[in-house]
């Protein structure tokens, strides 16, 4: 008789591309942080053109605790996360951006944080108070974090921040979007959930390249903002009371 699979209390969803030096050293980094806790580290190559997916298929040998899912064909971060939520088996779930800025050592900050907080508020985003990035990439954030919180009231500073803590049944009914990921504050607050932001660390990245610039983050979002903007609208949050026979 085959041994019962321990559930674990959280699932870490990391989704990469093109991060095949970044891969293990996150791995260990994620274990430290999550030992003596039950966990799974799930990983979802994004289509990788480097040997992202082959890095992977040889740490499954040493981490046990590790997953490793892969695209068929690229199809961006958000699908990415949603597929690593869909095949979690923890009902709460950290991500992780992949290329090592996030620090995982700050999940026990948010596992923290949630069980200190009040139960509607559902999810613990990361914001990067200093952040060790070029210039540029921290002016398109700070303008799209700008726009987003003057367009749909997300309350949020920092709304691209990779690391988050949120329910994984809360996130499978959010609406599915291309680059969903970038709006997940607001569609949670229209869900009717809470958000709290929670200071994290942020390093520089010391291996690969990045993914993203100006062009493929600020005007992509121009559209975006407007269909979210759009959902809110559209959003009707009513509580159910079930009748029971006395």
Not at 18 to 29: A, H
Request: glycine share 8%; proline share 6%; hydrophobic share 40%.
């Amino acid at each position: 008789m085959s041994a019962p699979v321990t559930v674990p209390e959280i699932s870490v969803v990391v989704p990469v591309h093109n991060e095949r030096d970044n891969i293990v050293p996150l791995i260990e980094e994620i274990h430290a942080a999550l030992d003596g806790r039950e966990f799974e580290v799930i990983y979802v190559d994004d289509r990788s053109r480097d040997d992202s997916w082959q890095v992977l298929t040889e740490a499954l040998q040493r981490f046990p605790r590790l997953r490793a899912l892969r695209h068929k064909q690229q199809s961006g971060q958000s699908t990415a996360v949603r597929n690593g939520v869909k095949h979690a088996r923890g009902e709460w779930i950290a991500t992780l951006d992949g290329d090592g800025q996030n620090d995982p050592a700050d999940i026990p900050a948010l596992l923290a944080k949630r069980d200190q907080a009040d139960p509607g508020v559902q999810l613990f985003a990361g914001w990067r108070v200093d952040r060790h990035d070029h210039f540029i990439r921290r002016l398109s954030s700070s303008v799209a974090n700008g726009v987003r919180g003057w367009l749909l009231g997300d309350q949020t500073p920092d709304s691209g921040c990779g690391l988050k803590l949120f329910p994984r049944q809360l996130f499978l009914d959010l609406p599915y979007f291309d680059h969903m990921h970038r709006f997940l504050p607001a569609l949670v607050r229209r869900s009717g959930s809470g958000v709290l932001s929670v200071p994290v660390s942020h390093r520089p990245r010391t291996r690969g390249k990045s993914k993203y610039g100006v062009w493929n983050r600020l005007w992509v979002g121009i559209v975006d903002i407007a269909g979210v903007a759009w959902l809110k609208r559209r959003a009707k949050v009513t509580e159910v009371v079930e009748q029971h026979l006395d």
